[in-house]
């Protein structure tokens, strides 16, 4: 019996050893690698450049008074539409204290000359009726009057106009009410009634009181780097993401590129202009910042695999196609076009042919 328990014991222990050296030989033997394969497909390649900047509008203009002095009125507010030579604000002259001491001096003496013409005048005329002088020496004494009275009225419109910005000459025609220029939106009225503004002149280019723009011709305003500069031309179309419009896109097309650069963060930017085709439907707000994909070149339905399974050796590429399961040759290929994702494959492979792709399949 015992011996039964011995023999039982020895046989279990030799399956135990067995199995032991059988589990760490599997588990100490490694597996085989099996990689991905990617076919190549057709795909749209579209090679752009992306400049940053904003959505603003073509016509943009600062309203500015030709007077000095307090805004007494303002007609409109930010978002209002107007007409050309629609009334903006209306301002309130305070006159210079030194202008205004010399227009009454010189007002006084405007009067003084012409109640002496007329008294002149009025004794002339009798002796010229009664023939006791001559027309001759009459036609100077009429002069003098008129000359006196047109002084009159000049001293008396040049106190009004700086009392109250507008004379009796000029009828309605004042400078003291503010007009706007152009036909458009009021973007921004910064002012508010009872603020002092200062005239546009040679020396100072005044107060704006309002902005206003065509908000129904609008520009991109971007800049591109130099790398990328020398590939753009006049013409080119432009996709445009706006930040507060995600889902909708824009069509522009560019207008202009700057001939001189800027440096910014120690890099050379230069600034580029787009017309931007407006939608019925979507209204855009002078500001809005908006990137541009700028098309350099595109290519329709073209043979194409992921730019990731590409191998390079000097200034060839290769790819390794799969000629049997996990079994791969190399092959030297032609590549076309490039968007940064997919690469159009010109020669060396085949729509049926799969190629490695360097990850491990799970």
Do not use: C
């Not at 588990?27 to 752009?48: G, L, M, R, W």
């Not at 002796?127 to 000049?154: P, T």
């Amino acid at each position: 019996m015992k011996n039964i328990i011995r023999i039982s014991l020895l046989v279990a222990l030799a399956i135990l050893f067995v199995y032991t050296i059988w589990f760490l030989y599997q588990k100490s033997e490694e597996k085989p690698i099996v990689y991905k394969t990617v076919a190549p497909f057709k795909a749209n390649i579209v090679k752009k450049t992306v400049a940053t900047g904003a959505v603003l509008p073509r016509r943009e203009v600062n309203i500015k008074p030709q007077v000095s002095g307090i805004i007494e009125k303002l007609y409109v507010v930010a978002g209002e539409k107007v007409k050309k030579g629609d009334m903006i604000a209306r301002i309130r002259i305070i006159p210079n204290m030194l202008n205004l001491a010399n227009a009454e001096s010189r007002l006084n003496r405007a009067k003084l000359a012409f109640d002496n013409s007329k008294i002149d005048l009025d004794r002339n005329q009798k002796l010229f009726e009664s023939k006791m002088i001559a027309y001759a020496d009459f036609q100077q004494i009429q002069l003098a009057f008129n000359n006196a009275r047109e002084e009159l009225d000049a001293a008396e419109n040049n106190i009004q106009l700086i009392k109250e910005g507008v004379s009796k000459s000029s009828g309605k025609a004042t400078n003291t009410i503010v007009r706007s220029t152009i036909d458009g939106m009021v973007l921004d009225v910064p002012l508010k009634e009872g603020s002092s503004v200062i005239e546009s002149n040679t020396f100072n280019e005044g107060t704006t009181i309002a902005t206003i723009a065509d908000m129904g011709e609008m520009i991109f305003e971007g800049k591109v780097d130099e790398s990328e500069v020398g590939k753009i031309k006049p013409g080119m179309n432009l996709i445009l993401t706006v930040g507060a419009i995600d889902a909708d896109k824009f069509d522009a097309t560019l207008e202009y590129i700057a001939p001189k650069g800027v440096k910014e963060n120690g890099a050379i930017q230069f600034l580029i202009k787009a017309s931007v085709k407006l939608k019925s439907n979507l209204f855009l707000r002078a500001g809005y910042s908006a990137n541009a994909d700028i098309v350099l070149a595109h290519k329709d339905s073209v043979l194409s695999i992921p730019e990731s399974v590409l191998q390079f050796e000097k200034e060839l590429a290769f790819v390794e196609v799969e000629t049997s399961t996990q079994v791969f040759e190399r092959r030297a290929i032609k590549l076309g076009l490039s968007d940064g994702i997919n690469i159009e494959i010109l020669e060396g492979i085949t729509a049926a042919d799969k190629v490695k792709d360097p990850n491990i399949a799970p």
